[in-house]
């Protein structure tokens, strides 16, 4: 974060709350146009977040007297909406926040440790009956303690948390990283799961009983059939694709063009993909957070900024949350499979 040199003071001048809103309706219109999905911070209250994991992430924030002179002016920055996109991936948040400009931060974020997980799912074993429940926050008060336990809980530490953004303030932790971490508590409001995805652990593992096979274990027991290929790529295994050449649908995202046929050929010739359940975890959390609009397993691919998940991954996840009930698709006359939020 490099200091402006342009100004008596080494800081850029204020810019009132007004202008800092006009100037991010002007990037989002301008992003929009050149095919970026954002996924604005929206605060309709004085209250950041309302429901349990929401809460419980704020509080996580303000309890570390390391973030305590930067956080009230990210609140701020939160709820007046300058914060005009947020996106949770696994390790990682990236956003862009409207200030003096049009800034970019990224939170990148330690995997939970295996052993501390390891431990999280043993204590809670038994003891939460349904996915809904947890996401919901509707259990035990001792069972979302040691959820939410300071140190050997889901939520990140301090340490486990690396900041950037392009501001020229020097501080470690900005105002406009402050506005991203209350943004992320105001997006678990409405999508808790993808805490899990940013913590890269899965959900499932603290389910009494799993609703179905993971991911993995249905992986390790057979191969994908070529129906299901061509389902997910609308092309045919034996190289040629399915109809006429294919013509993507008018999406925001990226154009959709069918996979590359070598790709095909190897995800054909291999164990179905060894996708972790993070893959299907963002996935979902795309064609939800996108629910008006139908995604190829290109454009899922290609929505990724830096790429997490391979096709083959995305492709596997696609077929995962399908047989969930979760996923559906359809098929245009080219041949071209469309997703969408079942």
Known sequence: MARYQNYSSMWAPY?????RRRNAEKEAQKLAKKGQLLAPVQIASRTIAATFWGKAWCEQLEMHSDYANRLPRGRTYARNGSVIDLQLLPGQVTALVSGSAIYQVTVRVEPLDAAKWAALARDCAGQIDSLVELLQGKLAKGVLARLCHPSDGLLPLPRQMQF??????????????????????NRLDTRPELLFALRQVDQQALLRQAALPSLAAAASAQTLDDMDLADVFGLDI????????????????SLAVAAPLPLLRAFASTKASKAPPAAAAFVLGVLR?????????????????????SKPAIAAA???????????SDKDASGVVYWRAG
């Not at 810019?15 to 202008?19: I, K, L």
């Not at 996108?290 to 900024?305: H, I, M, P």
């Open 15 to 19: 810019v009132p709350v007004a202008e």
């Open 164 to 185: 950037s953004c392009s501001c020229p303030d020097g501080a470690f932790l900005c105002k406009h990283v402050a506005a991203a971490l209350y943004g992320v508590g």
């Open 238 to 253: 034996d190289g040629e694709v399915s109809g006429p050449p294919a013509v993507a649908k008018p999406v925001t995202a």
């Open 289 to 309: 957070e996108y629910a008006d609009q139908e995604c190829s397993v290109q454009d899922l691919f290609d929505w990724q900024q830096p790429p997490v998940f």
């Open 318 to 328: 696609l077929l995962h949350l399908r047989g969930r009930g979760e996923a559906a």
